[in-house]
T-cell receptor, first 111, second 113 residues
Framework: TQLLEQSPQFLSIQEGENLTVYCNSSSVFSSLQWYRQEPGEGPVLLVTVVTGGEVKKLKRLTFQFGDARKDSSLHITAAQPGDTGLYLCAGFKNTGNQFYFGTGTSLTVIP | SAVISQKPSRDICQRGTSLTIQCQVDSQVTMMFWYRQQPGQSLTLIATANQGSEATYESGFVIDKFPISRPNLTFSTLTVSNMSPEDSSIYLC??????????FGSGTRLTVV
């Protein structure tokens, strides 16, 4: 059983649509990261959120950290084919000094 | 952030053989991490490699199967020993920004036939 569950697991949408990916846990994290991974590459860090309730925007991407620091969401506005990839959340716990990766969401944006 | 060079990028190996994956970082780092990933799925931590000490392995991974070297603060290797088709996967090295996220190598796609 993984500490961080992502939903949906797979998502296929048309270009221009909006979408939200969820990352949920029953555990509290010191910080949470979102990564995007394209085929043949390693995951690339998109954002880190550290404060409960924090919202960060990166162009068309909006990231939110839950008030209790147990969950997070990634919202993409007007998705583009270049957004296609595997999205991973990862929570960091100070106790144990370790990251825990989510189950992953595979996004396909169809032109 | 650090830049990581990982090689080989891919390999096809015969069962029973071993493959050593190399990971070079452009700056000195205390800890390096080795992950395994099935295509399209999440990452599983294999072990944490500290310079000057033995690697710390996660449950389900053992040193005899996945020996790790960490000769200095910028380099590490992971060997996949006595390979079987079940070892076919993507192997990734990474370094941590101390709670502010990882930087990953581009991965090694291993196929065992």
């Amino acid at each position: 059983t993984q500490l961080l569950e992502q939903s949906p697991q797979f998502l296929s949408i048309q270009e221009g649509e909006n979408l939200t990916v969820y990352c949920n846990s029953s555990s509290v994290f010191s910080s949470l990261q979102w990564y995007r991974q394209e085929p043949g590459e390693g995951p690339v860090l998109l954002v880190t959120v550290v404060t409960g309730g924090e919202v960060k925007k990166l162009k068309r991407l909006t990231f939110q950290f839950g008030d209790a620091r147990k969950d997070s969401s990634l919202h993409i506005t007007a998705a583009q084919p270049g957004d296609t990839g595997l999205y991973l959340c990862a929570g960091f716990k100070n106790t144990g000094n370790q990251f825990y990766f989510g189950t992953g969401t595979s996004l396909t944006v169809i032109p | 952030s650090a830049v990581i060079s990982q090689k080989p990028s891919r390999d096809i190996c015969q069962r029973g053989t071993s493959l050593t994956i190399q990971c070079q970082v452009d700056s000195q780092v205390t800890m390096m991490f080795w992950y395994r990933q099935q295509p399209g799925q999440s990452l599983t931590l294999i072990a944490t490699a500290n310079q000057g000490s033995e690697a710390t392995y996660e449950s389900g991974f053992v040193i005899d199967k996945f020996p790790i070297s960490r000769p200095n603060l910028t380099f590490s290797t992971l060997t996949v020993s006595n390979m079987s088709p079940e070892d076919s996967s993507i192997y990734l090295c990474s370094v941590s920004g101390q709670g502010y996220g990882y930087t990953f190598g581009s991965g090694t796609r291993l196929t065992v036939v």
